[in-house]
Nanobody, 125 residues
């Protein structure tokens, strides 16, 4: 099993920045990709970005392009999401996800093995 713990959420004004962290523990040697998702009440959980074991990254949504950056510190088993120029539509609960090695790392929640409890981000206008 892999446990994921997010931190760094909070309330900011539009234009502000936050940095989310996700610490992984447990059977981390089985981990492959890690990703960030977000969800607004009543809506489907949306993929934000993924970080692959080799270090490459991909955005799942163009709406954060140029503003959000995903990164991974494999030595510390920690995933980050730097969020700049936040807008009110960025208000959501942000979740960290991880997959077993060799599993497809797609943009759909069903593609992922492990989830954190989430951290809330609120952006006011």
């Amino acid at each position: 099993q892999v446990q994921l713990t997010e931190s760094g959420g909070g309330s900011v004004q539009a234009g502000g920045s936050l940095r989310l962290s996700c610490a992984a523990s447990g059977y981390i040697y089985s981990m492959g990709c890690m990703a960030w998702f977000r969800q607004v009440p009543g809506k489907v959980r949306e993929g934000v970005a993924v970080a692959y074991p080799g270090g490459s990254t991909t955005l799942f949504t163009d709406s954060v392009k140029g503003r959000f950056t995903i990164s991974r510190d494999s030595a510390e088993n920690t995933l980050y999401l730097q969020m700049n120029s936040l807008q009110p539509e960025g208000t959501a609960k942000y979740y960290c996800a991880a997959n077993l090695r060799g599993r497809n790392c797609g943009a759909l929640p069903v593609d992922w093995n492990y989830w954190g409890q989430g951290t809330q981000v609120a952006v006011s206008s």
